[in-house]
């Protein structure tokens, strides 16, 4: 079955202790991307990555970091979490046609206490 | 910049009420459109899509037209069903200046049916 895996579903956690959400593909694309939902605010990219060893920011990259050394996963990561990264994390992959819908995770939850 | 602009909600109807969500959009190219729904607890799934203009996406009896002169791509579906209660989100796909390319979404609208 097609789809994209996000790990962990749930996280509460504290300031300051280092995170990573992985992402994972089964699709063979190349493009993946990582947003954040917030209430009032929609969705909003994080960064994004054309194919392996390409990644660029997206509209809120401060705080975050990503990698992309393989095809399939893109990891997310907080080296310093703070309380205003609290929020509905979710990645996402479509193959590199621009017109081709992107393939969302089930998303993941991170209380940054 | 590219942005979408969709009705803000929530909407409520009734089961079997008409269904009109408005999206318009601003691009500098020439976009892919899409509407996501949101289920509760799950991620965004594709509901249609259409990539140039006067195309009809349409999909589990809801349809999008694809309008260049307005720039809209509203979301329309005769009869809600109780089981269509989720966030909806319009998106539109394309190349920014220097060549990233992004999906940009509209804030999602709530739609809850009533029995």
């Known amino acids: 079955e097609a789809q994209v895996t996000q790990n962990p579903r749930y996280l509460i956690t504290v300031t300051g202790k280092k995170l990573t959400v992985t992402c994972s593909q089964n699709?063979?694309?190349?493009?993946m991307s990582w947003y954040r939902q917030d209430p009032g605010l929609g969705l909003r990219q994080i960064y994004y990555s054309m194919n392996v060893e390409v990644t660029d920011k997206g509209d809120v990259p401060e705080g975050y970091k990503v990698s992309r050394k393989e095809k399939r996963n893109f990891p997310l990561i907080l080296e310093s979490p703070s309380p205003n990264q609290t929020s509905l994390y979710f990645c996402a992959s479509r193959s590199g046609i621009l017109t081709q819908p992107q393939h969302f995770g089930d998303g993941t939850r991170l209380s940054i206490l | 910049g590219n942005s979408v602009t969709q009705m803000e909600g929530p909407v409520t109807l009734s089961e079997e009420a008409f269904l009109t969500i408005n999206c318009t959009y601003t691009?500098?190219?020439?976009?892919?459109l899409f509407w996501y729904v949101q289920y509760p607890g799950e991620g965004l799934q594709l509901l249609l899509k259409a990539t140039k203009a006067d195309d009809k996406g349409s999909n589990k009896g809801f349809e999008a037209t694809y309008r260049k002169e307005t720039t809209s791509f509203h979301l329309e579906k005769g009869s809600v069903q109780v089981s269509d209660s989720a966030v909806y989100f319009c998106?539109?796909?394309?190349?920014?200046?220097?060549?990233?390319?992004?999906?940009?979404f509209g804030k999602g609208t709530k739609l809850t049916v009533n029995p």
């Open positions: 699709m063979n694309h190349e493009y």
């Open positions: 691009a500098t190219g020439y976009p892919s």
């Open positions: 998106a539109l796909s394309d190349k920014a200046q220097g060549g990233s390319e992004k999906l940009v």
